[in-house]
Structure formats: structure tokens, C-alpha cells
């Protein structure tokens, strides 16, 4: 089984950045690609980033692409989020998600896709 534990949450002003981080443990997934997700209060989880095993492939949903960079530690079974030029509708909870891919190339996927998750770590941005 695989856990993941998100941290780097919090409380941000509009405009500045946070870094998320989101360790795991259990079996190993370096094989496996890793995403990103997020979800305001009343609105559906939505594809964020995902990035492959490798890490050489990256992809990012279009209301984040140029301020966001998501990277992984494969040998630390770690995923990060950079968050620049952070804006108000970037509030939310994020998850990591481990992936059911092991393709080297991604792209968007949905929730229905990944395997495991954690608990989210809370982003506000206020304005």
C-alpha cells in the first residue's frame, strides 16, 4: 500500500508563492506518474498537474500553466508543487494523487485515474 502526506499549505497574499510538498511511503510507485489536484468548497476535484516516473514529462491544467511547476524526488517518494503569482481563484485544497500511469509521456487526467491519494493540505490566497 502507498500513503501520501501533503504539507506547505496555508495562508498566502495575492501574487506570492507557496511550495507543496508530498511525501510517501509503502510500496514502491517511482514507476508510476504522480499528480496534483485541487478542490474548492462546493466545486469538483480538478486536474492540476502530473508529472511521469521519470520525471521528464510534465503536464498542467491551463489555469496554472506558467505559474505552476510541478518536480519529484523519485528516490525520496516525493512530489512538489511550485505556486508563483498565486491568485484568489487558486484557493483550495490540493491533493497528490499517485497515478495508474507508468506511460513516460502525460497529459491531463482525471480523479478516476489515480490509485492513491492524500489528504489534501489547504491553499488560501487572499486577495
Known amino acids: 500500500q502507498v500513503q501520501l502526506v501533503e504539507s506547505g499549505g496555508g495562508l498566502v497574499q495575492a501574487g506570492g508563492s507557496l511550495r507543496l510538498s508530498c511525501a510517501g511511503s509503502?510500496?514502491?510507485?517511482?514507476?508510476?506518474?504522480m499528480d496534483w489536484f485541487r478542490q474548492a468548497p462546493g466545486k469538483e476535484r480538478e486536474f492540476v498537474a502530473a508529472?511521469?516516473?521519470?520525471?521528464?514529462?510534465?503536464a498542467y491544467a491551463d489555469s496554472v500553466k506558467g505559474r505552476f511547476t510541478i518536480s519529484r524526488d523519485s528516490a525520496k517518494n516525493a512530489v512538489y508543487l511550485q505556486m508563483n503569482i498565486l491568485k484568489p481563484e487558486d484557493t483550495a485544497v490540493y491533493y497528490c494523487?499517485?497515478?495508474?500511469?507508468?506511460?513516460?509521456?502525460?497529459?491531463?487526467?482525471?480523479?478516476?485515474?489515480?490509485?492513491?491519494w492524500g489528504a489534501g493540505t489547504l491553499v488560501t490566497v487572499s486577495s
Open positions: 494523487a499517485v497515478d495508474r500511469l507508468s506511460a513516460l509521456v502525460v497529459r491531463k487526467r482525471s480523479p478516476n485515474d489515480m490509485a492513491y
Open positions: 509503502g510500496r514502491p510507485f517511482s514507476n508510476l506518474a
Open positions: 508529472i511521469s516516473g521519470t520525471g521528464g514529462s510534465t
